[in-house]
């Protein structure tokens, strides 16, 4: 467990380190118990219930209005709104 620790960057405690070495061994337990289970039957599944489309319809509505949107926005430029950018500042 200690090389799992370092290779994770984990600085542990030898208690910790005592701790999660018998909670991975209960982990892997549980999967060989898994392992061991005769599923030769049991259908591969995505999902535990039977879902059709979850989506509603889509409809068109009414919306607000553009330029009243735009125009209570603090900056806008060619219909849309003009955003600071978020990509290469410093933090």
């Known amino acids: 467990m200690a090389k799992v620790a370092r290779l994770a960057r984990l ?3 030898p208690d910790e380190i005592e701790r999660m070495t018998a909670q991975l061994d209960g ?3 549980h999967f060989a118990d898994v392992d ?3 599923l030769t ?10 879902l059709v489309n979850v989506f ?9 209005d553009r330029e009243e949107v735009l125009a209570a926005a603090p900056a806008s430029e060619d219909g849309r709104f003009r955003v600071p ?3 290469g500042l410093e933090g």
């Open 11 to 13: 600085a542990l405690a």
């Open 27 to 29: 982990m892997l337990e």
């Open 36 to 38: 061991a289970l005769d």
């Open 41 to 50: 039957d049991v259908a591969p599944m995505t999902q535990p219930f039977p």
């Open 56 to 64: 509603r319809a889509d409809v068109v509505q009414p919306c607000l």
């Open 85 to 87: 950018p978020t990509v």
